[in-house]
């Protein structure tokens, strides 16, 4: 019954209803999440989000809680309508009929339990059959197209230096922990174990003999790979993972490693031209691979290639899978229903964020059809409106901006002109899936055939010229991103309530996705953005001078940062959040901007005793309302660029003078800066 109420409010909002009710009435902000028993200058995002954080427990199947996630339920339902409804389409090549075939094929538990492991049997005979490390080497090569492990991951993507073309990006890769971190830091331990319990328990399951054994082979080569490979912190710099040459240099700089049968299975080996990513790793990992048994390899690539298909296997692969990455690493306790598991099989995760979540997946058939029963064209025309205002208010800011010198703001401007804003969904098909099969008896082989067909289109792509119309998200994803096409993506599934709402207060809407479209804008002008210039080439446009000054004011932000703790015994690394956290400021210093040029001169309405930048202000921080289990904080602070989200608040407010005047922030309280304090950046 709650299907034919959702799928009705979904109609009338399709509709066009333009006077609807906002989401928290009566306009826009949720008035009853405050606690006002907090001063906004100790503590503004308690002050702005307490009574919330008080009433919402953590789902057991989930590590957090938020506003976000409200959102992602929300659209989840809308899902879960479409797809019990396309695996009612009659039988047919078209995207509805397969996209409900492949979810039917999830739902069935009775059959994934017959299987047992026999559907991995053609990787573990591939991986125990082969003769050699280079026949290894090969299958690595299949890492992108199907389900094993690589040493060295490919990426085909925009060529940093020549944006008109694709290159064939050569990276580190090869851990099955979040981040390095994990192998090598002792308070860290106990998660390293249980991931050895993990491979061992997997192993057992596929058939693999001495798994114990196996296992402690597999975490000390793991280990030995993490100590080889760069940190997040290095992978930041974007000159330095740029290094061009040929796939004979590639054997030169890193023989040990076979890499022409990796490269010709992928379907790479006739570029003239590869980019190693992390080059210094590559001489180390090429060691790594040539100095380990065969046998412990093997293992490896067994336990890895069982990691990636157990979500898709029996009870007992799935629940070994759960215990480790869900409970272990983010502190949940339940498993999410099948339904929910299922849509993510069909339809992705976010694969901007992490392109992996859509591996295997036909998330852009999904996207089409989420688009057109979901997505009101009226939203698109407003949101398109607003990013409008903010990138004026981002061109007023950039050229009164008292530390950039005028021939680099020259190049800043002209690169803001040449960035393109994607609102909803693409305009034009981004897959085709008419070759692929989808069968409601072979749940992974589904997800093989589409592995493959996505890296066989990429391969195909990437002979061709850029084609700066493409999304790398999907428009069910709620997130957004500012791409290697200077474009700036905020697909359909963001744009929600309190993200978006088109009934509530203009001034909320700026606070909340106007913070963020100003957010995703400054990225291209950050420390890793301005690395690329208004063409889209890697190319520092930057004098000396105004270097030297973004980077003054960058640490001062970030030696304010790393005095935050948002979990005991775990501070931020203000050096992997740099990024996000000025983007987060000048988000929200752009958004506040634009909504008094919205204004038009008038002085902002009051209301429900709230002023306009009170308002603008809330909606950033009830925007980004929310709590976690302590381990996934842990994690997040470890391996996630993004500030805890309360940091995202009060890191943010008490360096923007409009904030102190709007809500009487004083003298010792908590957040308070005296003004030669506040950092200033965009
Ligand atoms: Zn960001």
Known sequence: MNRLWLAAAASVVALGAAVAAPVYPPFGLDLTARDTAVKPGDDFFQYANGAYLARTGIPSDRPSASRRLEMTDRMEAQLHILMEDAAKAPVGNDNRYKVGTFYSAFMDEAQAERLGAAPLRPELDAIRGAPDRAALAGLMGQAESGLYPALFGIGLDTDL???????????????????????????????????????????????????????????????????????????????????????????????????????????????????????????????IYAETPVDTLKAWMAFRTADAAAPYLSKAFVAAHFDFHGRVMTGQSEMRPRWKRAIIAVGGGDCGADPQSCFGTIAWAVGDLYAQRYFPPETKAKVTILVGNLKAAFRGRIEKLDWMGPATKQEALKKLDTYTIKVGYPDTPQRDYAGVTIRRDDLLGNVRRAAAADWAFLVRR????????????????????????????????????????????PAINYGAIGGVIGHEMTHGFDDQGRTIDASGALRDWWTPADAAAFKARADRLG??????????????????????????????????????????????????????DQRVLLGWAQAWAGKMQPDAIKAMTVGDPHSFRKFRVNGVVRNIDDWYAAFGAAPGQALYLKPEDRVRIW
């Open 161 to 287: 230096k020549h944006p008109d073309r694709y290159a064939a990006y050569i990276g580190q890769s090869g851990l099955g922990l979040p981040d390095r971190d994990y192998y090598l830091k002792p308070e860290l331990a106990a998660k390293r174990d249980a991931y050895r319990a993990y491979a061992a328990k997997l192993l057992g399951l596929a058939g693999w003999p001495d798994p114990a054994r196996a296992a402690d082979a597999v975490i000390a080569f793991e280990t030995r790979v993490a100590e080889a490979s760069w940190s997040k912190v290095q992978q930041r710099d974007l000159n330095a993972l740029y290094n061009p040459m040929s796939p004979a240099d590639l054997r030169t700089m890193a023989p040990g490693f076979d890499w022409a049968p990796m490269l010709a299975a992928a379907g790479v080996s006739g570029k003239a031209q590869v980019v190693a990513a992390e080059k210094s790793a590559f001489p180390k990992l090429a060691s």
């Open 462 to 505: 990437s002979d061709g010229p850029v084609d700066r119309a493409e999304w790398s998200m999907t428009p069910q994803t709620n997130d957004a991103y500012n791409g290697s096409l200077r474009d700036i993506v905020f697909p359909a599934g963001i744009l929600q309530a309190p993200i978006f709402d088109a009934a509530a207060d």
């Open 559 to 612: 030696a304010q940062y790393a005095t935050y703790e948002p979990v005991p015994g775990f501070h931020i690394n203000p050096g992997l959040t740099m990024g996000e956290n000025i983007a987060d400021l000048g988000g929200l210093s752009i958004a506040l901007d634009a909504y008094h040029r919205s204004l038009g001169g008038k002085p902002a309405p009051v209301i429900g005793g709230l002023t306009g």
